[in-house]
């Protein structure tokens, strides 16, 4: 299947009353919950090799185990060193493998993330918490299905309690953002992470719409930089930071998303500071 046929059938499920009452039946709590539970079993482990020949993925990276699940492969591991930790404390890294987009963040600011649009007060849904974020950036990474699929703490710092939000499909009637039509939310989970050098920074993970496929290790926690902070099961693949204004983002991931550009990433390489 193309990519250009993929973009029509996303467009019809996203896009039309009939192919959101579609969806509305796939992403439905015990379709979902079957489709895990198949996916984290034995039987699944028949999809592995087709997946790896379909989206070329490169093993070698990865430590060489037999996998339980399809789940099992998907979360697989790296091997040690494949992914150093680069910069220093002043130095903000990537948390994850994937294409990169930056936006400056202002109260018109509408931001495209996996067939949904959101401001940042309606990603947060949180009005006063998003506007501390006025005049910073927010960076969207886009995981692949090839990307690895293990995602760490941008920096050394403390975290609150991670805050989960529901999906929400709008069947027959979509919402109003900013004068453009939503149809769907997705599940998301985030938390504020900070220290003395970047203040406060919110991560958030986006799963699949209405199911969440995120699996984070820890609430209120002291974490290290680079160190693992979850992984995305099949259905979960974007992580979103949202910096104040004292955080310095690379120009370069300005001008590459200006152009319609992502930007390859891999996690621990370095892509901003303080300033």
């Known amino acids: 299947m193309s990519q ?56 070698s990276d990865y430590e060489e185990v037999k996998y339980r699940s399809f789940n099992d ?31 400056h963040i202002d109260k018109d600011l509408i931001i495209d993330i996996k067939n949904s649009k959101y401001s940042v007060s309606s990603l947060l849904r949180d009005d006063e918490l998003a506007s501390s974020f006025e005049g910073g950036s927010c960076i969207v990474i886009r995981l692949c299905v090839d990307n690895y699929h293990r995602y760490c703490y941008p920096f050394e710092g403390k975290k609150g309690c991670n805050k989960h939000i529901k999906g929400v499909l709008h ?20 938390t504020v992470l900070g220290n003395d050098i970047f203040g406060q920074v919110i991560m958030m993970e986006v799963g699949a719409l209405l199911v969440g496929k995120i699996a984070n290790y820890h609430e209120e926690y002291n974490f290290k930089r680079g160190e693992e902070k979850g992984m995305f099961l099949f259905g979960g693949s974007t992580i979103i930071l949202l910096v104040d204004r004292h955080v310095n983002i690379d120009k370069k991931y300005f001008a590459s998303t200006s152009k319609g550009i992502e930007e390859p990433v891999k996690m621990g390489c370095v892509i901003g500071g303080k300033k």
Do not use: Q, W
Request: glycine share 6%; with cysteine.
């Open 171 to 190: 069947t027959v009637r979509p919402i109003a953002l900013e004068n453009v039509k939503v149809f769907t939310e997705n599940s998301r989970e985030y």
């Open 4 to 59: 250009t046929d993929n973009e029509h059938i996303l467009k019809f499920l996203y896009k039309t009353f009939i192919g959101r009452l579609i969806l509305k039946i796939l992403t439905c709590r015990l379709i979902s919950k079957v489709c895990g539970l198949f996916l984290s079993s034995f039987l699944s482990k028949g999809l592995i090799k087709g997946f790896i020949k379909r989206h070329n993925i490169d093993m």
């Open 73 to 103: 492969f998907f979360t697989r591991k790296i091997k040690e060193g494949r992914r150093p930790i680069n910069g220093n404390d002043k130095d903000l890294i990537s948390p994850s493998d994937g294409l990169l987009s930056a936006y």
